[in-house]
């Protein structure tokens, strides 16, 4: 039996300044489920992620979540006033009052930013930030944690190891995760669905089969999508010498359309 949703949007519209920002959008984040959402800029992706968080409220349409749940966010980008004292310490503590200083000491550890807990959060790199970000969302021990752009400014090394992260905290405490990316080659390893949007669903559904849908590949480009669908397939049979495939049994994915 499918666990019930922790956020579930069903046809949520909306419009903003004479535009229409989102058209009947739906989506369902389960429990230990990864779903990322692509898409081109303007695409009302961080509109979508506030609609699911009830930052914003649709036009019309229907949210819903799961009572009393605990909600971990990453904002896309972070207004820190530069004349305000604020360490790193008390950032922390602001969203998880409850979290010792070991655990906030474990928290940086696992997200590669222990080095920097007595800092002042202005002095952070735009790297720092989005790993202390997501230690203090991480923090709170939430059933569902929603990642705009998790991996803004951090280096390459350091983004395969955060989307790893996220993985191992949806896979052993059954967090739901929500993100947005941009990273289209790491997260299709890591996600269980991706939602393509451009102000509507373009397609949604297993990576490979999105990265392989026509409307995919009018927004992103064959040849990303092409580099994708090399990188996320299981490529455990033989290409024989003659040109014919031997060995080609393979797993296939709830949404992978093609056989053989
Ligand atoms: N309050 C508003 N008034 C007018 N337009 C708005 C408002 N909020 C959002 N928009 C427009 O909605 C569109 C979607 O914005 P959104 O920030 O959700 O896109 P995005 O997919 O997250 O983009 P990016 O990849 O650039 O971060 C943009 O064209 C934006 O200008």
Redesign the pocket.
């Known amino acids: 039996m499918t666990a019930p949703a922790l956020v579930s949007i069903e046809g949520a519209s909306l419009v903003?300044?004479g535009?229409t920002?989102l058209s009947g959008v739906s989506l369902a984040v389960r429990p230990g489920r990864i779903v990322t959402i692509v898409?081109?800029?303007?695409?009302?992706?961080?509109?979508?992620v506030k609609v699911a968080l009830g930052l914003l409220a649709p036009d019309s349409g229907k949210v819903t979540r799961a009572e009393g749940m605990v909600v971990g966010y990453v904002p896309?980008s972070l207004n820190v006033e530069p004349t305000l004292p604020l360490s790193v310490r008390r950032f922390l503590s602001m969203a998880a009052p409850r979290a010792s200083r070991p655990e906030q000491e474990a928290a940086l550890e696992r997200v590669g930013a222990g080095h920097v807990l007595g800092r002042q959060v202005v002095q952070l790199s735009g790297g720092e930030l989005q790993r202390v970000m997501l230690a203090r969302a991480v923090l709170r021990r939430p059933r569902l944690l929603v990642l705009d752009?998790p991996v803004g400014g951090v280096d390459m090394a350091g983004q395969a190891e955060i989307y790893d992260l996220i993985a191992d905290f949806a896979r052993t405490q059954g967090t739901g995760v929500l993100m947005?990316s941009?990273d289209l080659h790491v997260v299709m390893a890591a996600t269980d669905e991706v939602v393509c949007?451009n102000r509507h669903v373009c397609c949604a559904g297993h990576p490979e089969a999105v990265s392989r849908h026509p409307e995919y590949l009018a927004l992103f480009g064959a040849r990303v999508a092409n580099s994708l669908a090399v990188y996320t397939h299981v490529h455990d049979h033989q290409h024989l010498a003659d040109g014919s495939v031997g060995g080609t049994e393979h797993g296939h994915g709830p949404g992978c359309s093609h056989h053989g």
């Open positions: 903003r300044g535009q920002v898409g081109p800029n303007g695409a009302g992706k961080s509109t979508l896309q752009e947005v941009h949007l």
